[in-house]
C-alpha cells in the first residue's frame, strides 16, 4: 500500500503555550484538520502516526507574521492509500 505524509494546523495564543490543557485542545485541533486534509485527498491517517511541533514567535527563528495569534501547531500524519506515495508534508506546504 502506498504511503505519504501530510500536515494540519491549529493556531493560538502564545500566551497560553505553557497550558497543557490549552495546547492538548490545539493538538486537537491540528490532528482533526490533518484528518480532513487526508479525506479531501481521498487517503486515511494512519492511527498512532501524529507528531506535533509546536512553534511561537517568542521562541522561533520562523518567520511567524502572517500566522494567526502568532502560535502555530502543526500535526504530522502518516496516511495510505491510493496516491499517498505522492503526498509529502515539506516546509509548511502539503506538497
Known sequence: METGTLFGWAFGDPAR?????????????????ATETAKARGVTVVAGSEVFTSLSANDSLVELDHAPGKLVVRCTVHVEGPGAGKLHAEGPMNG
Not at 17 to 33: P, S
Request: proline share 0%; aromatic share 6%.
Open 17 to 33: 503555550e505553557n497550558d497543557g490543557a490549552y495546547m492538548a485542545g490545539l493538538e486537537k485541533e491540528a490532528r482533526r484538520n
